[in-house]
DNA sequence: ACTTTATTCAACTATTTCAGTCAACAAAAA
DNA sequence: TTTTTGTTGACTGAAATAGTTGAATAAAGT
C-alpha cells in the first residue's frame, strides 16, 4: 500500500495538471480542494520541488506549478521520489539496485525470479503514463459515468 | 519493499517445497540453512500454519510441512497473509476491499484509474505463480548459470 | 521603507509498524 | 516420566509514518 504522503503528492500533481495553464496555484487552495493537512503538502511539495518536478514563486502571486509539461512528468517519477523504488526487493531495482543480505545467490534466488517480473510490469504501468494521460483517463471516466447517468433517465 | 517478514516467509516456504517428499522439517535446521532468526521465524510459521497453507506436528519427529501440495500454493496467498493486500490502494483491491477515505469521488479518482491496471498486473503475476513454478524456475536459472561456466571452461 | 502574502526550513511529537526476543506452556515419543 | 520438540502470547527497541509548530525568507504592492 502506498502512504499518505505519495497519495496526496500525486493528487496534487493531478490538480496542478489540470491547472497547467493557470499560472501558480496557492498551497491553501490546493490544501482545502483536496482535502489535505496544509502543513503536511507543505513538504510533500517541496520535496517534489527540490526534485525538478515542481516550480513555485514567493510572495503576492505566488505559489506552486509544474516544472515541465504534464506529458513530461511520469506517476513512475512521481512514486519513486516519495515512496522510494518500485521495485519489491531490493535486488531488481533498475534505478536503485542494492544487494539483497539475506539472500546467498542472487542468480537462484526464488524470490528475485518472480520479483523481477513483477517490477518490470509495474515499471512499465507507471513509467508509461503521464500525468497528462491520466487527466485523459478521468475526463474518459467522467463521460462514461455521465452516460450512465442519461442512460438510466 | 516486502518486509523481512515476508521475505523469510517465502524462503521457508520455497524452502518447505523443496523437501516436501521429505516428512516435517525442524524449525532450527530451516533457520540455520537460511540464516533466519529462529524465534522470529517461529511466528511466521505460526501464522502461515493459522492460515492453512502449513501443518505441524509437535515432539520428537515433528516440525513443519505444506499444508497442501507446492502446485496448491501460489506467491500471491502467500504474500496477502504476511504483507496484507497486493493493492497498491484499497480502493482496487479484490480481496480486501476497502474505501479510500482521502478520495472523493471513487469512479473518477486518477490514482485509482492507474492503481487499477498495476495491481491487476500484479495479481496476474504472483497469482499465477505456485510454489511448484518457483522450483523449476530456479533449477532453470541453475541449469543456465552452469552453462555459462562450462561454456567459459 | 513597510506590510502583506507566500513559500521555506528545522525541529519536534504522536502513532504505528517492523524486527526480533522471552519465557511459560503443551504434546508426543522414548 | 522425562526429554525433545513445537506453540503461544506478551514484550521490547528501533524505525517509519503522519503530521504540527514556529520562525525565516522572499516578492509584490502601498
Ligand atoms: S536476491 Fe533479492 S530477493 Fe533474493
Ligand atoms: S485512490 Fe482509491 S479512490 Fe482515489
Do not use: H, W
Not at 88 to 117: N, W
Request: glycine share 10%; with cysteine; net charge positive.
Amino acid at each position: 500500500m502506498i502512504s499518505k504522503k505519495t497519495k496526496y503528492g500525486l493528487k496534487a500533481l493531478i490538480y496542478l495538471a489540470r491547472r497547467y495553464e493557470q499560472g501558480p496555484i496557492l498551497i491553501a487552495d490546493l490544501a482545502r480542494d483536496e482535502s489535505i493537512p496544509k502543513k503536511f503538502l507543505e513538504n510533500i511539495l517541496l520535496n517534489l520541488k527540490n526534485a525538478g518536478v515542481l516550480q513555485s514563486r514567493k510572495g503576492r502571486g505566488g505559489g506552486y506549478a509544474l516544472g515541465r509539461p504534464p506529458e513530461k512528468i511520469t506517476f513512475g517519477q512521481a512514486i519513486r521520489l516519495m515512496e522510494g523504488p518500485l521495485a519489491p526487493v531490493p535486488c531488481v531495482s533498475e534505478m536503485a539496485y542494492a544487494r539483497c543480505t539475506e539472500c546467498g545467490s542472487e542468480l537462484t534466488c526464488g524470490i528475485r525470479l518472480v520479483m523481477k517480473d513483477v517490477r518490470d510490469e509495474m515499471a512499465r504501468i507507471l513509467d508509461g503514463t503521464t500525468l497528462a494521460d491520466v487527466l485523459v483517463k478521468i475526463d474518459g471516466a467522467e463521460d462514461r459515468g455521465r452516460n450512465l447517468i442519461d442512460f438510466c433517465i
